[in-house]
């Protein structure tokens, strides 16, 4: 416990990479700057499907309940969907990964 809450404060959640889930292409992505997803703005993403970063276009960012966004991946001219992580649960499991 004493770990989490020093990882917590060393790491604010605005600061770190958010985690999420491609539903296209079954498999996990990373969003390195969550700061940066906003509707008709650039991104980058990690894929972990093929290990490399994409350039993305976001389209559209919805809440309810999950967050969805939405996005046209520059490098394959894909639109892609992903299910982003809650942050406090992706640290929460990072932390009991630990153990």
Request: overall charge negative; proline content about 3%.
């Amino acid at each position: 416990m004493i770990f989490l809450l020093t990882f917590l404060l060393f790491c604010p959640l605005n600061l770190c990479a958010w985690d999420g889930y491609d539903l296209d292409k079954d498999d996990y992505i990373q969003i390195p700057n969550k700061e940066s997803v906003i509707p008709g703005q650039d991104i980058e993403i990690y894929d972990y499907s093929d290990e490399t970063y994409h350039d993305a276009y976001v389209i559209s960012v919805k809440r309810n309940g999950a967050v969805m966004i939405e996005v046209l991946d520059y490098d394959t001219w894909d639109y892609r969907t992903f299910e982003m992580m809650d942050q406090i649960k992706a640290q929460e499991s990072a932390f009991l990964n630990l153990l």
